[in-house]
Antibody, heavy 121, light 108 residues
């Protein structure tokens, strides 16, 4: 069974840092692009970043470029999101999501974690 | 990249059908069948309903169907049931990943 379990969320002051983790199980982690998607309270889904299978390519939404860094450890089946210079508008539930094993332009999110709440205040 | 455009809300009575639209551009929604759809109940993670515009994952009810015309993709829910009341999001991976603003479906 595919499982994605986020951890590391919490309350942080503006300008502070936090690192989210996502533990993957039930599939060959190193075969998949992975993403972080967030949802501010009462708002819609927003894609944040994704990372290629071997970590050689990473993409970010403009609003987090230069502040957030995504990485992965394929040996430990872990995904990370290092968040620096946090702002109030980064307050959201952050989901770890697996991208389907298809060419990137055809992709979609086939599995999601339960989410981790990050509150910047 | 701008978000895809969805109606904020739709509603229908049990047994009826509703359609949720998702409007983009020729660079995203209009490109092949790249749109996926997700259902999200309050306090829960999103769930994949439709991928590649029209395909359903195993386990998703055939009451959910996807289609596309030009730069607009659509999700149709037929035979509405109380459990269908949720938020629905479209998504495109063309270029960068972009979601629609979400549509709240109310079952009257």
């Amino acid at each position: 069974e595919v499982q994605l379990v986020e951890s590391g969320g919490g309350l942080v002051q503006p300008g502070g840092s936090l690192r989210l983790s996502c533990a993957a199980s039930g599939f060959t982690f190193s075969n998949y692009w992975m993403s972080w998607v967030r949802q501010a309270p009462g708002k819609g889904l927003e894609w944040v970043a994704n990372i290629k299978q071997d970590g050689s390519e990473k993409y970010y939404v403009d609003s987090v470029k230069g502040r957030f860094t995504m990485s992965r450890d394929n040996t430990k089946k872990l995904l990370f999101l290092q968040m620096n210079s946090l702002r109030a508008e980064d307050t959201a539930v952050y989901y770890c999501a697996r991208e389907a094993e298809v060419p990137p332009a055809l992709s979609y999110f086939d599995y999601w974690g339960q989410g981790a709440l990050v509150t910047v205040s | 990249q701008s978000a895809l455009t969805q109606p904020a809300s739709v509603s229908g009575s049990p047994g009826q059908s509703i359609t949720i639209s998702c409007t983009g551009t020729s660079s995203d929604v209009g490109s092949y069948n790249l749109v996926s759809w997700y259902q999200q109940h309050p306090g829960k993670a999103p769930k994949l309903l439709i991928f590649e515009g029209t395909k359903r994952p195993s386990g998703v009810s055939d009451r959910f169907s996807g289609s596309k015309s030009g730069n607009t993709a659509s999700l149709t829910v037929s035979g509405l049931q109380a459990e269908d009341e949720a938020d629905y999001y479209c998504c495109s991976f063309a270029g960068r990943v972009v979601f629609g603003g979400g549509t709240k479906l109310t079952v009257l």
